[in-house]
């Protein structure tokens, strides 16, 4: 490596990873059984993660360094049938496949997922059924195998049938299958335009707000601009490099200017910012920045080098969290999902998280001081990426008895943000109130509710947070 450390891989004589030995000769072992399959994962501080197999090769259970047992039952073509935390049968998790081998069923006892294809395998339908809560998102395809439109319908035990929070979108492509244009209901389209490579070159948000994206020779981006109907001036961003591509220097019109240094690893060593504020980042030989030790429980305690302190449990999960104003706790339950989380101190607030089958968070609880609930949220999903979420509060009455919901729009294919939108289902305005927030790479470019536009950036909505 640059730096004069070196990072060691080793193999077995079938040339399958056995080892890994870090830049302080720490070794991660990776232990096979005579036909390779892995039976024993031990990280660098000695914990050991277990695995076994059926006669077929099937996975039959795991157990991590918490002696955590989680029982595995495949069918006979190898695909995952249940999973269950041993002496929990309460917890066990269930999946179904159609004859092409594609899921068409995933439960546990908070949720049920449910998926149906078309004739060429391509998801058209999927359902989630969550206590309170119960969603359906649509896809619909052209003749090239392009999605053009999807449909969302998330409705909560409170609302009649027609009461329902709907998104519609739809997509536009040209002859090369670039995506030209996205729709989100029956507002403006977004309008993308591209270069002779393909790079985004504009971004037409509505008729009085264009965003435009230049790159360096390099691929690049060199500068965003963000151009009003009516207006001499833009907003833009400008990016600096060095010659091994590092971002050396961020230029913001509206923000001020961001500076960055790195070390012969592209570590960044110092950073300043817009206020003259500037931090420095020191590393060991593993790159890490913290102090490590291990106390008498097996927990690997973090330290900082401003003040923070972590203190890990045995299988890494982070259980503690404190620095000079907070002390916060993590707890995780048997799949290894955060489960539960509370900050001591004045409001004392506990929040809990439940999952889907798929590994998705579904819920989160807030409980106050007095071990009420005090909110509950709600979350939809698109595959991996977040869709919508609704908020609901039980304690509320009268006026502050409404659904509050956001539905995630994300450039196709992509978890970055494009829109944000807002609904509320409010008792004074049976039909609910909108606003759609596009983003600016980065930037909330606009918000329109009413047909009032506003301006907010991230530099706002910080404050008003």
């Known amino acids: 490596m640059p730096d004069g450390n070196s990072l060691q891989y080793h193999y077995n004589t079938e040339e399958q990873l056995i080892g890994v030995t870090n830049q302080r000769g720490e070794r991660w072992q990776l232990n096979r059984d005579a036909v390779g399959r892995l039976i024993e994962e031990r990280d660098y501080w000695g914990k050991a993660r277990s695995y076994h197999y059926d006669e077929a090769g099937y996975l039959t259970q795991s157990l991590n360094p918490l002696g955590q047992l989680l029982a595995v039952t495949c069918d006979k073509m190898g695909r995952i049938v249940s999973k269950a935390p041993q002496g929990q049968p309460e917890k066990t998790e269930t999946y179904a496949y159609n004859k092409r081998g594609q899921l068409i069923l995933a439960k546990n006892q908070y949720s049920e997922v449910t998926r149906q294809y078309n004739q060429v395998g391509m998801l058209i339908l999927e359902n989630q059924q969550q206590q309170d809560v119960t969603a359906r998102l649509e896809y619909v395809y052209n003749l090239s195998g392009q999605l053009t439109e ?21 997509f536009e492509y040209n002859e090369l299958g670039q995506l030209i244009r996205q729709q989100v209901d029956d507002h403006a389209p977004i309008e993308f335009g591209f270069d002779e490579i393909g790079r985004l070159t504009s971004q037409k948000q509505s008729e009085a707000v264009t965003s435009t994206f230049e790159y360096t020779k390099a691929g690049q981006l060199k500068r965003q601009s963000l151009h009003r109907s009516g207006s001499t001036h833009s907003d833009s961003i400008d990016y600096h490099y060095d010659v091994s591509g590092n ?98 101190g004045e409001r004392g607030e506990r ?38 979420e609704v908020s609901f509060s039980p304690v509320a009455t009268g006026a502050n008895a409404k659904l509050d919901s956001r539905f995630f729009v994300y450039y196709l294919n992509s978890f970055e943000p494009l829109v944000l939108q807002c609904r509320i289902n409010h008792p004074i305005s ?21 047909g009032i536009t506003s301006r907010m950036d991230s530099r706002e909505r910080k404050a008003r947070s």
């Open 351 to 388: 929040y809990q998280y439940h999952y889907d089958a798929l590994r998705r968070r579904i819920r989160k609880t807030c409980i106050d001081m007095r071990d009420r609930v005090e909110k509950i949220t709600y979350f939809i999903w698109d595959g991996d990426a977040l869709t919508a």
């Open 247 to 344: 971002l050396v220097m961020r230029s913001d019109s509206r923000g001020g200017t961001d500076r960055y240094f790195y070390d012969v690893l592209g570590q960044i060593t110092r950073h300043s910012n817009p206020m003259g504020e500037i931090h420095d980042y020191v590393y060991n030989a593993n790159g890490d920045r913290f102090v490590e030790k291990e106390n008498p429980e097996g927990q690997r305690e973090l330290t900082f080098n401003d003040g923070m302190q972590y203190r890990l449990n045995q299988a890494g999960q982070l259980i503690v969290r404190e620095d000079g104003e907070r002390s916060d706790r993590l707890e995780w339950d048997e799949n290894e999902c955060l489960s539960g989380f509370y900050r001591t």
């Open 150 to 170: 999807q449909y969302h319908q998330l409705r909560h035990r409170t609302q009649a049938e027609g009461m329902a929070f709907k998104q519609a979108l739809r």
């Open 430 to 450: 049976p039909l609910g109130l909108t606003s759609v927030v596009p983003f600016n790479r980065g930037r909330l470019a606009s918000i329109c509710s009413k």
